[in-house]
């Protein structure tokens, strides 16, 4: 720990002084509090209200704003034909990036299989990454104007060749300590107060992001590793498909969000957490090669960050905060997205040729982590419809789609 840090040092002769990192709005000492004799797992929603309470965003004297603490339920829409995505911005790359990207160009000039790998990683234009100050505080106020307004209701939706959709894409800014997480949140606040058509849905919805989840799994990591890097609860060990780094499936949803990865090093978070994380949990791949696709690939990959997101969130590892898998079949895509009208699966059959393979896989995998799951109340439900669907009748073609018929 920092203490013995600092007597380390003393003892020998010098002085440290340890000082709290600026990239965050809470600090270790509101995490420590708060949590008291509290045990895993962790609840993400009690430490966003303690953290509403300490900085009184979003309050209204001792109350939420409007009353709730939460207003997810509206963030859960899909926009109709009328919807145009708003254009993010573009930013002209400095000398570093544009000296870089020449470095890259050479070093990596061969395609995905023939040395030295590279081709089709990174778009190069246009550029959209704000790398300076100027071009973050850019971005922040290009999402406030534009793209703040319809962020709550279409947060959770995903609609092919359209990457960003109502997202910030400030992740990589606030990890990188260009913009900081509170100017973020005062910033929106402001341009809510300044736009009547701002709904409280949409801007709830992104301060939950910032304050709570950005600021719980920070916490969330200090407390849980080194254990939480190789957590793996379900022990799953198959390797991660090769289509994560080719992009090269017939599965519609799979095939644009590697392209989207592949292009920016991004993808949304319904993207990352309910396609490419859900499908990789399914089809059983340790937890820790994910994880390191995942630090690979993205634009915004920091230890700190990606590993409760994808061990814990995204892989179920530990159990440090996550009360179930976020474990899906076709279902949810099909509501969520427009993927599944021009796919050549079928997101309605469990078996045959034309079965969704996250179909097959899902039943297979509720089967395999019965032990582990089955007792779990928050999945009792899931596990009465496997039985009420024949039983295990339905996996064998799960099986076969991890192990080949
Ligand atoms: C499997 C998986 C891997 C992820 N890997 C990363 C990663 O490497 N780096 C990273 O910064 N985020 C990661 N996230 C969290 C989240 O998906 C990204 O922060 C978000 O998609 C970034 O895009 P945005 O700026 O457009 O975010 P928005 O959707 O516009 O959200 C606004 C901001 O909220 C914060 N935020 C939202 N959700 C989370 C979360 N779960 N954890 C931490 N911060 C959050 C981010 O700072 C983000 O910029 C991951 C999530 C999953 C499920
Ligand atoms: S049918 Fe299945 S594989 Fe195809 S887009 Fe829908 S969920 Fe994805």
Redesign the pocket.
């Known amino acids: 720990g920092d203490d013995e840090r600092v007597l380390m040092v003393e003892a020998r002769g010098g002085r440290l002084a340890v000082v709290d990192t600026e990239l965050f709005v809470t600090s270790r000492e509101q995490w420590v509090a708060w949590m008291g004799d509290r045990e895993p797992p962790y609840r993400q929603e009690t430490f966003y209200r303690e953290a509403r309470r300490a900085t009184g965003y979003l309050m209204d004297g001792d109350e939420p704003l409007g009353g709730e603490w939460n207003y997810d339920e509206k963030n859960r829409q899909f926009p109709g034909a009328d919807y145009e995505a708003p254009d993010p911005p573009e930013f002209e790359p400095d000398d570093l990036t544009r000296r870089t990207r020449e470095w890259v160009d050479e070093t990596f000039a061969g395609d995905y299989d023939t040395e030295p790998p590279g081709v089709g990683w990174a778009d190069p234009e246009p550029f959209r990454w704000p790398v300076t100050r100027e071009a973050a505080l850019e971005a922040l106020a290009d999402f406030c104007e534009h793209r703040l307004v319809e ?1 709550g209701p279409y ?1 959770d939706a995903m609609l092919s060749g359209e990457p ?1 959709m109502n ?5 990589g800014a ?2 990188l300590g260009l913009v900081h997480p509170r100017e973020v949140i005062e910033r929106a606040v402001d341009a809510a107060k300044a736009d009547p058509d701002v709904p409280l849905s949409s801007l709830e919805g ?1 301060v939950r ?2 304050l709570g ?2 600021e719980f ?1 920070r916490h969330v990591y200090r407390e849980s590793m080194p254990e939480l890097t190789g957590a793996n609860q379900l022990g799953h060990h198959e390797r991660l498909p090769e289509c994560y780094w080719t992009g090269d499936t017939d599965m519609a949803c799979m095939a644009d969000a590697v392209e989207g990865v592949r292009k920016r090093g ?1 993808a ?2 319904i993207e ?2 309910m396609v ?2 859900n499908f990789a949990l399914l089809y059983g791949v340790d937890p820790a090669e994910l994880n390191e696709w ?1 630090h690979a690939t ?1 634009v ?3 230890h700190w ?2 590993t409760p ?2 061990v814990e ?2 892989s179920f590892g530990a159990g440090v905060f996550a009360t179930k898998p976020y474990a899906a079949s076709a279902n949810y895509i099909d509501e969520m997205s427009d993927h599944c009208e021009g796919c050549r699966f079928d997101p309605d059959a469990t078996t045959g040729a034309d079965a969704c393979p996250f179909n097959t896989l899902y039943w297979e995998f509720l089967d395999r982590n019965a032990d582990e799951l089955q007792s779990n109340h928050r999945m009792g439900l899931v596990y009465a419809h496997l039985d009420e669907r024949g039983g295990r009748t339905v996996t064998p073609a799960g099986t076969a789609v991890r192990t080949g018929p």
């Open positions: 962020f947060q960003a997202h910030a894409l400030l992740s606030m990890n992104f992001q910032v989840w950005r799994m991004y949304h978070h990352r957490l490419l994380s995942f993205y915004d990959a920091y960050v990606t997101n994808v969130m995204g």
